[in-house]
């Protein structure tokens, strides 16, 4: 079983529509979450945090489920700008002060005008 | 501010030949360093990562290895590079985010064909 799964996609949804994607991990010794986002043949960037209580920024809202090791981020109002690819991540614990951190293998979002 | 260097970006070389991947991070110190390769059409896979001088952990046992001579140079390397050795190497270095997490900043990526 993989770390970290996700629906591989593609989302096309059409500009303005509202996108929800969900992750899932299978280690409960998880400490942190992250989404990341990664444009086509570059290199990935960090879009938000992911909490149990939920984590908003403008259009983008992450919420985190610890007892079904659960990861989900909506997009509102999407733009076409936001085409990429969504990638879960999760943070174990690492030798000394570094986290073993793992990616999904990503979610691809296309949207059109 | 911080910036973390990668290079070759690109290169195309024969199975069998030695590789030398390099990653320099500036603007911080004792940066926790970490080594991906993607795929193409692949997720990111982590191969190694570094927490200081000579300490390296090691994710996947393939023919590939990693060093970090230096605090904030770190180097993956191959004696005889196979075909499923191409891919997109990523280097990143780990700072510190909410709650103490590592939240990773990523170079550019170089882009290497095995043929």
């Known amino acids: 079983r993989k770390e970290v799964e996700q629906d591989p996609g593609p989302f096309n949804v059409p500009e303005g529509a509202t996108v929800a994607f969900n992750c899932t991990y299978s280690?409960?010794?998880?400490?942190?979450f992250f989404w990341y986002r990664q444009d086509c043949r570059k290199e990935p960037k960090l879009l938000m945090s992911v909490y149990s209580s939920g984590n908003e920024d403008g259009r983008f809202t992450a919420q985190l489920n610890r007892a079904s090791q659960y990861i989900s981020l909506l997009i509102r109002d999407s733009k076409l700008s936001d085409s990429a690819t969504y990638l879960c991540?999760?943070?174990?614990?690492?030798?000394?002060?570094?986290?073993?951190?793992?990616f999904g293998s990503g979610t691809r979002l296309s949207i059109r005008p | 501010s911080q910036t973390i260097h990668q290079w070759p970006a690109t290169l195309v070389q024969p199975v069998g030949s030695p590789l030398s991947l390099e990653c320099t991070v500036e603007g911080t110190s004792n940066p926790n360093l970490y080594w991906y390769r993607q795929a193409a059409g692949r997720g990111l896979q982590l191969l190694f990562y570094s927490v200081g001088i000579g300490q390296i952990s090691s994710e996947v046992p393939q023919n590939l290895s990693a060093s970090r001579p230096q605090d904030r140079q770190f180097i993956l390397s191959s004696k005889k590079l196979l075909l499923s050795d191409s891919g997109f190497y990523l280097c990143?270095?780990?700072?510190w985010g909410r709650g103490g997490a590592n939240v990773l900043t990523f170079g550019a990526g170089s882009r290497l064909t095995v043929l």
């Open positions: 991540v999760v943070n174990l614990k690492g030798e000394g002060s570094a986290s073993k951190i793992i």
């Open positions: 280690n409960s010794a998880s400490q942190s």
């Open positions: 990143a270095w780990g700072g």
